[in-house]
C-alpha cells in the first residue's frame, strides 16, 4: 500500500507541474514546467522499477 501511495503522490505532483506548465505555455519557464512535470511522470517507471528489481 506505502508504494501505492508514493506512485499517486509522484503521478499528482507531476501532472500538477504539466498543467502549470501548459497553462504558461507562451513564457520560458512554462516550457521547463512542462519538461519536468514528463521527466516526474518518467521516474513512475524506474521508480517501479526499483521496487520489481531492488
Same mark, same amino acid.
Given at each position: 500500500?506505502?508504494?501505492?501511495?508514493?506512485?499517486?503522490?509522484?503521478?499528482?505532483?507531476?501532472? !500538477?507541474?504539466?498543467? !502549470?506548465?501548459?497553462?504558461?505555455?507562451?513564457?520560458?519557464?512554462?516550457?521547463?514546467?512542462?519538461?519536468?512535470?514528463?521527466?516526474? !511522470?518518467?521516474?513512475? !517507471?524506474?521508480?517501479?522499477?526499483?521496487?520489481?528489481?531492488?
Amino acid at each position: 500500500m506505502y508504494e501505492l501511495n508514493v506512485t499517486l503522490f509522484i503521478l499528482i505532483a507531476a501532472f !500538477v507541474t504539466m498543467t !502549470v506548465g501548459f497553462a504558461a505555455r507562451e513564457k520560458n519557464w512554462g516550457a521547463a514546467l512542462i519538461g519536468v512535470g514528463i521527466v516526474g !511522470v518518467l521516474s513512475v !517507471v524506474g521508480y517501479k522499477m526499483y521496487i520489481t528489481f531492488g
